[in-house]
C-alpha cells in the first residue's frame, strides 16, 4: 500500500498527517519527537519516493536514515533496517517475538535487514522505542 500523500508538488504538513492518520497521529509525533530528542543534529525530512509510493518521512544523521515513518490511511507504518550486530542485539532482548520474526524472516542486504511495522495502535510503541535505542546505539 502506498502513501496517502501522492500530490509530488505538496509536501506534507502536521495538519494533513492528522487528518490523514487520525488517532495514530499522537503516536507518529511520540516517535518521531522521541528520536529527535537523542541528538539535536538529527535532520527530519519529507520526501517524495515516486508516483507509484507517495511522501515518506525520515530521520537522518548525516550518514544514514535512523528510522523510517510512512503514512498510511489511518495509520503508519515504521521503517528500520539493521545490521548483523544490531540483529544479534535484538535477538536477545524482550522485544515482542512478532517483531523478531520479522527480522527473521526479512532478506539480508549489504545494508542489513529492513523492516516495517503496522503502528494501528501503541502496543507496539516501547518496543519500537527500543528498535530505535538499538539503531542509534549501533
Not at 1 to 24: A, H, Q, Y
Request: with cysteine.
Amino acid at each position: 500500500m502506498k502513501s496517502i500523500f501522492i500530490d509530488k508538488l505538496k509536501t506534507p504538513d502536521d495538519s494533513d498527517l492528522k487528518s490523514g492518520l487520525k488517532d495514530c497521529f499522537r503516536w507518529w509525533k511520540e516517535l518521531e519527537n522521541y528520536t529527535l530528542e537523542f541528538d539535536a543534529l538529527y535532520k527530519p525530512l519529507w520526501k517524495f519516493a515516486s508516483e507509484k509510493f507517495g511522501w515518506g518521512f525520515q530521520i537522518k544523521d548525516k550518514k544514514r536514515a535512523i528510522v523510517y515513518l510512512l503514512p498510511r490511511d489511518k495509520y503508519f507504518k515504521v521503517g528500520l533496517v539493521f545490521g548483523k550486530k544490531a540483529v544479534e542485539k535484538i535477538m536477545s532482548t524482550n522485544i515482542h517475538d512478532s517483531i523478531k520474526k520479522l527480522i527473521n524472516d526479512a532478506p539480508e542486504y549489504a545494508e542489513g535487514k529492513g523492516i516495517r511495522i503496522d503502528v494501528k495502535d501503541d502496543s507496539l510503541l516501547n518496543d519500537i522505542k527500543a528498535l530505535i535505542q538499538i539503531k542509534i546505539k549501533g
